[in-house]
C-alpha cells in the first residue's frame, strides 16, 4: 500500500491533464490507467482534433477554451513539442443552423475575429467545396488542429518530469471513500490518498456507477482518404457543414501521410466500451467516401485507413465537471460529447482546483451533474 496526496484514475486528455497540473503544484500523485500507455480505445488517440473559438454549441464555452489556448501553448513551450496548427475553420450550413447562428453568436458576444460568407463567397474562396445555395459559412482564422497523441504524451511526460508516479495496464477494481481520504484497490495493489480524481473517459459510467450517471458511450468513426489531386485540399481550412438535422460532417485539410480526414460529429448508438466492435466495416467505409465525394468531390480517391473512437454522450452534450455529492474528496471529469480534447488542460486546471481547494474560480458552474 502507498500514500499519495492525489490519485488520478484514467490518463487520457483529462486525465494526463490534471496529473500535470496537480505535480506542478508540488502534490505528490499517481495516476492509474486500466490500459497501455498510448492506447486507442477510448477518445485520445487519432492525428488530429479540432481546437476552436467561435463555439457554436454553447458561448459559455468560449472563455474556457480561450484559456485552453495558452495552456497549450504553455505545453509546447515546456515540452518542446509542437502541438497545434492553426489552419483556420469555416463552420457551414444556413444561416439560422445551430452551427452557423450559434458560432456566430459566440463570436459576436466575445468579440472574436471571424467573417460571414454567401455560398457564393464560399465557392470563390474555397472552389474545393460543392454547397447548397442556401449554405452559409463563418470564417473563423484562429481555429486549428490539436495533434491529440503528441498533447497526451507530452502531459504524461510533463506530469512524470514533476514526480508523479504513473501506472498502465493496471485496473482499477473498486475504489472507497475512506474517511477524509479515499482508498483504491487495483487488480495489483491498494492505494490511499486524500483526494481521488476521476477522468475515465467512456468508462466513466462504471466507476462512478453509485452516481448513475447520464451519459452514455458511443461508437464514432472517421476515414482519411488520399485525394486524386492533393493540393486542391492541402490549404482548405478545417470544416463543419450541418449537412441535414443533426448531421454534421467535418474535416480536416490534406496533410502528406494522412490524407484528408472525414467523419461525421453525432450521436450514435449507445455501446459498452469493453465490448464494442472497434473495426469499421467496408459498408461504413463506402458511405463516408460517398460523402466525401459529394461535398468534397475527388477527395476520397483510396481510402488509407479507418478508425473509430468513444464519445462520452450526455444529454445536453455538455460536459460534466463536479465534485461527488457524498464524497467531497472525490472529483470527476466525464461526458466530454465529442468535443471536450480541445479543453484538455482547462479541464485539468479545474479537476485539480475541485479536488485540492473544494472550489474552482474558472466560469464551471453551467457543468455541474445537478443541471441534468
Given at each position: 500500500m502507498a500514500n499519495f496526496d492525489c490519485i488520478v484514475l484514467g490518463l487520457g486528455a483529462m486525465g494526463s491533464a490534471a496529473a500535470d497540473h496537480l505535480t506542478r503544484r508540488g502534490l505528490r500523485v499517481l495516476g492509474l490507467d486500466a490500459h497501455a500507455r498510448?492506447?486507442?480505445?477510448?477518445?485520445?488517440?487519432?492525428?488530429?482534433?479540432?481546437?476552436?473559438?467561435?463555439?457554436?454549441?454553447?458561448?459559455?464555452?468560449?472563455?474556457l477554451v480561450r484559456r485552453a489556448y495558452g495552456q497549450w501553448r504553455d505545453l509546447e513551450a515546456r515540452?518542446?513539442?509542437?502541438?497545434?496548427?492553426?489552419?483556420?475553420?469555416?463552420?457551414m450550413g444556413p444561416l439560422d443552423s445551430p452551427i452557423v447562428a450559434g458560432a456566430r453568436l459566440s463570436a459576436e458576444r466575445h468579440g472574436l475575429p471571424h467573417e460571414l460568407l454567401s455560398a457564393a463567397g464560399i465557392r470563390h474562396r474555397y472552389p474545393e467545396f460543392q454547397v447548397s445555395d442556401e449554405t452559409w459559412g463563418l470564417l473563423e482564422p484562429n481555429a486549428g488542429v490539436l495533434k491529440p497523441e503528441e498533447c497526451v504524451r507530452a502531459q504524461l511526460e510533463q506530469a512524470e518530469r514533476a514526480g508523479a508516479r504513473l501506472r498502465f495496464g493496471e485496473r482499477v477494481l473498486r475504489w472507497s471513500a475512506d474517511g477524509a481520504g479515499v482508498a483504491v484497490e487495483t487488480d495489483q495493489m491498494r492505494?490511499?490518498?486524500?483526494?481521488?480524481?476521476i477522468a475515465a473517459g467512456p468508462w466513466s459510467a462504471k466507476v462512478l456507477a453509485d452516481l448513475a450517471l447520464p451519459m452514455e458511450a458511443h461508437r464514432v468513426y472517421y476515414l482519411h482518404c488520399e485525394p486524386a489531386e492533393p493540393t486542391r485540399f492541402?490549404?482548405?481550412?478545417?470544416?463543419?457543414?450541418?449537412?441535414?438535422?443533426?448531421?454534421?460532417?467535418?474535416?480536416?485539410?490534406?496533410?502528406?501521410?494522412?490524407?484528408?480526414?472525414f467523419g461525421l460529429h453525432r450521436a450514435a448508438m449507445a455501446c459498452d466500451p469493453d465490448t464494442v466492435e472497434r473495426a469499421v466495416s467496408d459498408e461504413e467505409a463506402a458511405e463516408f467516401r460517398a460523402a466525401m465525394e459529394r461535398i468534397l468531390p475527388g477527395s476520397a480517391t483510396r481510402l488509407l485507413w479507418a478508425e473509430s473512437c468513444l464519445y462520452a454522450m450526455t444529454p445536453d452534450t455538455d460536459f460534466i465537471l463536479d465534485r461527488h455529492p457524498r464524497h467531497p474528496q472525490v472529483v470527476f471529469g466525464c461526458g466530454f460529447s465529442g468535443h471536450?480534447?480541445?479543453?484538455?488542460?482547462?479541464?485539468?486546471?479545474?479537476?485539480?482546483?475541485?479536488?485540492?481547494?473544494?472550489r474552482s474560480a474558472l466560469p464551471i458552474e453551467f457543468l455541474r451533474l445537478a443541471r441534468i
Open positions: 498510448g492506447h486507442q480505445l477510448g477518445a485520445s488517440h487519432g492525428k488530429s482534433r479540432f481546437i476552436r473559438e467561435a463555439y457554436f454549441e454553447k458561448p459559455d464555452y468560449v472563455t515540452s518542446g513539442s509542437n502541438l497545434i496548427e492553426i489552419t483556420g475553420g469555416l463552420w492505494f490511499t490518498a486524500d483526494r481521488l480524481v492541402a490549404r482548405s481550412p478545417l470544416w463543419l457543414i450541418d449537412w441535414a438535422p443533426g448531421v454534421y460532417y467535418y474535416g480536416v485539410p490534406y496533410r502528406a501521410s494522412e490524407g484528408v480526414k471536450g480534447f480541445k479543453f484538455a488542460p482547462v479541464i485539468g486546471e479545474a479537476l485539480a482546483d475541485l479536488a485540492m481547494e473544494g
